[in-house]
């Protein structure tokens, strides 16, 4: 948050998210996984997915009325990014720093999105 000029415990809504692909890494990076912590310290709980990424997907915009409450007193405290690779020539000494960019209001909407996992 400190990045953010948010306040600690600040609620606000995600409405979209992007990836950022390191080019040179590019041809490495397979997929991101975003999951959601009720724990703030500990990621422990981070069985709930955020948001998902693969290549040939520029990102995501929620609709207007749609986001994803966080950091409130009921929603998701902190994020773990889990970032596969594929990597099938084994090359080495290779580093990363791809991530992925979110986009939020202050204002609440209307519906609370989420991710079915079958």
Known sequence: ?????????QS???????????PE????VHHFLV???YEADSCEDSFNIVAAW????????LPENVGIPLFGANDFKSM???VHYNNPMETKN???SSGMR????LEPREHKAGILEA
């Open 1 to 9: 948050l400190n990045q953010t000029g948010l306040s600690e415990g």
């Open 12 to 22: 606000v809504t995600m409405i979209g998210f992007a990836p950022v692909i390191a």
């Open 25 to 28: 890494t590019e041809q490495f």
């Open 35 to 37: 999951y959601g912590s």
């Open 54 to 61: 693969a290549p040939g997907e520029p990102g995501t915009s």
């Open 80 to 82: 773990v990014l889990e």
């Open 94 to 96: 290779q580093y990363d």
């Open 102 to 105: 979110f986009y939020y209001t």
